[in-house]
């Protein structure tokens, strides 16, 4: 059975989310109110997975993450309120090491949360089975208005034209889609297509932070939106996020508001299935860290219309599960550590001609 701690400032959610772990199957061995009991919590009763509030006294929630790292590294789950100032706050909390986040209801509305039962219950589960022995800590730029410099990963001249990248993400991959996003080549000229598993509040942020700190012009699809060289888009939560279109080098992709996939939206399959029939050119598809089986379809879409499959490895996927489905059904061309998913993108895109 799944030991689990809760940590939140509200009686009303440790008792709400209580039950509901508990309904899941879960055992509840631990409830904090604030953040020093959260930390006195997780490294004495070392449970599976812990669920961290970001606003909490005595210690925030980054700082009962950065200590619980520090001390004894334990899967965490990151409860967040959907503000801007928390949205910020979250995505600090999974540089210091939390595995993945879920949105909280304003204030104390167990109705609201009671209604995200099962997605809460899979999330726990999903972020206990992380492996969290060995996180590397992400800094912040000193200047985050300053991008980044080009990644030193060479590009020839033999570089292809028209390069088409479409990346997959769930649990554990906000961190992994920075890395790689962050180590590509402006010079390259790619179209990139990101679906990273991700509320609706959240999904505008992580493309802002995505932009700040790659050498790519990221941003969050619209609901009609081009990508050309140079540029990504990332789907927006809620929706899905198809091509349609291929016209003078540039992608035209469009908001889906079909049915769930994988009880997800957007889903990954979604955009790498309508890519696979739309994109002329050469094309690539990156399933990354996740629970689950979505993008494994999209991924065998791209691979049977000529593109380049890659996943990311076991040992530095956070939680295998997408990567693993993916490379049990397609006849992948490389399965990598994260370190060299970006490098992999190139070489994949370097075996074709210009």
């Known amino acids: 059975m799944v030991r689990a701690v809760i940590a939140d400032d509200s009686a009303v959610m440790r008792e709400t989310l209580g039950k509901i772990l508990e309904a899941g199957g879960l055992d509840v061995v631990g ?15 070392e449970p599976d997975v812990a669920t961290i509030d970001i606003q909490m006294p005595g210690l925030t929630g980054h700082e009962v993450i950065e200590q619980v790292m520090a001390r004894k590294p334990t899967p965490m789950l990151v409860i967040s309120s959907q503000t801007t100032k928390n949205a910020d706050a979250t995505f600090d909390a999974l540089e210091a090491g939390a595995v993945d986040f879920i949105a ?22 999903a972020v206990a089975q992380a492996d969290v022995g060995t996180v590397e800590r992400q800094s912040k730029p000193q200047n985050e208005t300053q991008r980044p410099e080009s990644t030193t990963i060479a590009v020839t001249d033999e570089f292809p034209n028209d390069p088409t990248l479409v990346i997959g993400a ?22 990139i297509l990101v679906v990273q598993h991700m509320a609706d509040h959240y999904t505008e942020r992580f493309a802002k932070r995505l932009n700040e700190r790659t050498t790519y012009d990221i941003r969050e699809a619209r609901e009609t939106e081009t990508v050309g060289p140079g540029e990504a888009l990332l789907a927006k939560g809620g929706t899905h996020m198809a091509v349609t279109d291929w016209s003078r080098g540039e992608l035209t992709v469009v908001h889906d508001d079909g049915p769930q996939r994988h009880n997800v939206k957007p889903a990954i399959d979604v955009t790498m299935e309508t890519a696979a029939d739309t994109v002329r ?3 690539a598809g990156v399933i990354m860290t996740g629970m689950g089986a979505d993008g494994a379809d999209g991924l065998a879409d791209i691979k049977a219309a000529g593109g380049k499959a890659i996943v990311q490895d076991e040992a530095t996927s956070r939680v295998y599960g997408m990567p693993k489905v993916a490379a049990e059904r397609v006849d992948v061309d490389m399965t990598l550590p994260k370190s060299r998913l970006a490098e992999g993108v190139v070489n994949a895109f370097r075996g074709w001609s210009a």
Do not use: H, M, Y
């Open 281 to 283: 050119g050469n094309l």
């Open 104 to 125: 909280k209801p304003s204030g104390d509305n167990s109705v609201d949360i009671w209604s995200k039962q099962d997605e809460i219950v899979d999330q726990v589960r």
């Open 170 to 191: 769930s649990t554990g991959g906000p961190r992994v889609v920075e890395q790689v996003l962050s180590e590509l080549p402006a010079r390259a000229g790619l179209r």
């Open 31 to 45: 409830r904090a109110k604030n953040g020093t009991e959260a930390v006195t919590l997780i490294t004495d009763l």
